[in-house]
């Protein structure tokens, strides 16, 4: 066991994956967020660790730290890849392969002695959807290998030497807005789509729509609608279609450019964000779950059918859901639940399941108490739906991860079957909610009383593993993406030709019937949006407060205390 101290910018996706990891493996963890030399000096002192180790790092470790103690950093790229935008770049030149490098802090940025490196296959797709499934499989590899070197007796890292055949990698600068800019007039999809994907989510693509700046966020290919490059030309699900020379791309969200002295800005669905400056002569072109599932199109709801399996799959920027989005899955949900299917499975392809409420629709709402009140109850009549339907075996598919009300969403079908890399955050406490989504009738039926008030309470990230250990989640399936799929396809038509189906649905039926006899759901809801109402609409509660932090990324000023442990 090493005493390890994580020190990163932030307790995003990938510090959670290594947090998890390394304590599934009974190492003692600390964490700093990296707020201060001074902040970082103290905790160093008071924490005593064996190793420190930055999974996610944009400033320098003061010298008298790495001098003094072994500092590892995670650099999500292969051996010898030097500057802050290593996956901007290789998005953008189309790299068939990427890697992470686990190297030593040294005097020179990202040219210390190297402790581990992992390859890996670019997937097309966004930078933080790259970010949090590729990168963060391989980070997690090499950081665990880095780690068992370290804990042996004599391993001596590798100098970076660029005459070495397999040291790939260069210095390359920063990857600006001049180089991401998209010239509508000559770049085809292919190369539209590149830009865009390398500068989600962060920092967008600088650009002008209607004589205004914005941010462009997400890129996925359309391949039916065209028009004159650079126009926009359909709407849907909130993101704006935009024609290229050969074809279109939608951009699902903006992000308006903040103007000098004025207040911050965040991103938002497109259409939100463009609002009345939309011509609105530019036509919603809708597309049903099940022709989305066979184009290549943007839909943020897809579905199948593959014999007596139903697959409903959605994708919503960043996990977030908001009231819009809640209703169209709901409706999308119920019309899947009249199909002549026995099973139901239910998640997005990749990335997050669902992170619960969107934060930036409610603070960007005219009301933002208002529109919380109506988004949280939106979310609990898509689980309510979840919940009452007896006659299919609904199965929660977590490719990606999972937090607050998303998790008791998830909570909501008969089964959770979990890719092994997920992270659970099953807690509302961060954001100064009580929560809802009938988790105080789930969540106490998986894990106790006991555990229940531990895990919102301590507002920690579980593993799957650790999860599975809970009763948290039923299943924990190996390897990439890609892998998991192919795994609950094939478990999920052995469920729905198992001769012991119809007996689990009539078990199912009667114990739902029991549990409503005993308490009704009505009451779950009615005693958790009483606590929430307070949250939202009652002065001095930390909710708004919160929420704005989050929505325009205020840096904590110092390593919260739930973290510190």
């Not at 009704?520 to 704005?548: D, I, V």
């Amino acid at each position: 066991m090493v005493r390890i101290l994580l020190v990163a910018n932030a307790f995003n996706s990938l510090t959670q994956r290594v947090y998890t990891a390394l304590r599934a493996r009974d190492h003692h963890i600390g964490i700093e967020l990296a707020l201060g030399d001074d902040l970082l000096r103290a905790r160093v002192a008071a924490f005593r660790p064996e190793l420190i180790l930055a999974p996610m790092l944009t400033t320098a470790i003061p010298i008298d730290i790495w001098s003094a103690h072994t500092v590892l950093i995670v650099h999500p790229g292969p051996k010898g890849d030097r500057g802050p935008s290593s996956l901007d770049w290789a998005i953008h030149e189309g790299e068939p392969e990427w890697g992470v490098t686990v190297l030593q802090a040294a005097e020179e940025m990202d040219a210390g002695p190297i402790w581990a490196s992992v390859s890996f296959t670019v997937a097309p797709c966004g930078k933080s959807e790259l970010y949090r499934n590729e990168v963060a499989d391989a980070a997690v590899q090499a950081v665990l290998l880095a780690v068992d070197r370290f804990d042996e007796d004599g391993f001596e890292p590798e100098p970076l030497d660029y005459h070495r055949p397999d040291v790939l990698g260069q210095l390359r600068p920063y990857h600006d807005q001049q180089i991401r800019r998209i010239d509508w007039s000559t770049d085809d999809t292919a190369v539209v789509l590149r830009k865009l994907r390398a500068a989600d989510s962060q920092p967008g693509v600088l650009d002008e729509l209607y004589g205004r700046e914005y941010y462009l966020h997400g890129g996925h290919g359309e391949d039916q609608l065209r028009g004159v490059p650079g126009t926009v030309i359909a709407v849907r699900d909130g993101a704006i279609c935009r024609a290229t020379v050969d074809g279109a791309v939608w951009v699902p969200q903006l992000r308006p450019r903040r103007v000098s002295g004025g207040p911050p800005t965040f991103k938002q669905p497109a259409t939100d964000a463009l609002g009345l400056d939309l011509p609105a002569s530019i036509p919603e072109v809708p597309v049903t779950p099940s022709s989305a599932a066979i184009r290549e199109t943007w839909s943020e709801l897809r579905y199948r059918e593959e014999g007596t399996v139903g697959y409903l799959e959605f994708s919503f920027p960043g996990g977030a859901m908001s009231t819009r989005q809640c209703r169209n899955l709901l409706a999308a949900f119920q019309q899947a639940a009249t199909r002549p299917v026995d099973v139901l499975v239910l998640g997005p392809a990749r990335d997050f399941f669902s992170n619960g409420i969107h934060l930036n629709v409610i603070e960007a709402a005219e009301d933002p108490a208002e529109e919380s009140w109506l988004n949280i109850n939106a979310m609990n009549d898509l689980v309510e739906a979840v919940l009452t339907t007896t006659d299919k075996f609904v199965i929660s598919a977590l490719a990606g991860n999972a937090a607050a009300g998303g998790v008791m969403f998830a909570l909501a079908a008969d089964e959770v079957w979990c890719r092994e890399s997920v992270v659970l955050n099953p807690h509302y406490r961060l954001m100064g909610l009580h929560g809802s989504e009938y988790w105080t009738y789930t969540l106490p039926q998986r894990v106790g009383a006991t555990e229940a008030e531990r895990l919102t309470r301590e507002a920690l990230p579980l593993g799957a593993r650790d999860a599975a250990a809970l009763g948290l989640v039923d299943r924990v399936l190996p390897g990439s993406a890609e892998t998991f799929w192919v795994s609950i396809r094939r478990a999920a038509a052995e469920l729905a030709g198992s001769p012991n189906l119809a007996n689990r649905l009539v078990t199912k039926k009667q114990r739902r019937a029991a549990d409503e006899a005993a308490k009704p759901l009505a009451a779950y809801r009615s005693a958790e949006l009483a606590q929430m109402r307070r949250n939202f609409f009652t002065a001095g509660e930390p909710y708004h407060e919160r929420r704005r932090n989050f929505v325009y990324k205020v840096r904590p000023t110092q390593t919260p205390p739930h973290l510190l442990g």
